[in-house]
């Protein structure tokens, strides 16, 4: 969830009314209110995650494509561009391209248990089992092995290794 305290009034109460209005699940008033801030404060993390998860819910994955890019731009040190970016790309069924883009960072943020466990649902649909499950375990070591059981319980991606994980060990 943005921050509002990043930014300086009156941005601070357009992103609260944009952040009021995408709960609501009516976007376009949010938009609208992120047009009301100034240019300066537009490429800021909180923004940029917001029209992010916007685009997403909309089904608008090449426009998330596109704000996760930027997000990347704008903090490279922060796991949120990264992980966006992919998993748009997966949504869009370039599956392979959001493995290769993700793997490449993995190493980078290897305390982020995301990371892993996308990394594990991308080599399921791609068919690299062993991948999946080097990567899933990984996950289990960052995050716990019952919380990755959790998540991963319902998760149509990892279903190739669902029977798997239910008893999966670090």
Known sequence: MPHLKTLPPPDCHYLSSAIGWAGLGNFEEAEAELELISKEHRRTKEILSLLWDMKGKNGRWDQAVEIAEELIVVEPEDPEGWIYRSFSLHELHRTREAWENLVRVAN???????????????????????????????????????????????????????????????
């Open 108 to 170: 980078r943020f290897s305390d982020c248990w995301t990371i892993p466990y996308n990394l594990a649902c991308y080599a399921c649909q791609l068919d690299q089992l062993e991948d999946a499950r080097n990567w899933i375990l990984r996950a289990m070591i960052i995050e716990g092995v019952e919380e990755i059981r959790r998540r991963s319980a319902d998760d149509p991606d990892l279903t190739p290794l669902a029977e798997e994980i239910r008893t999966m060990e670090p």
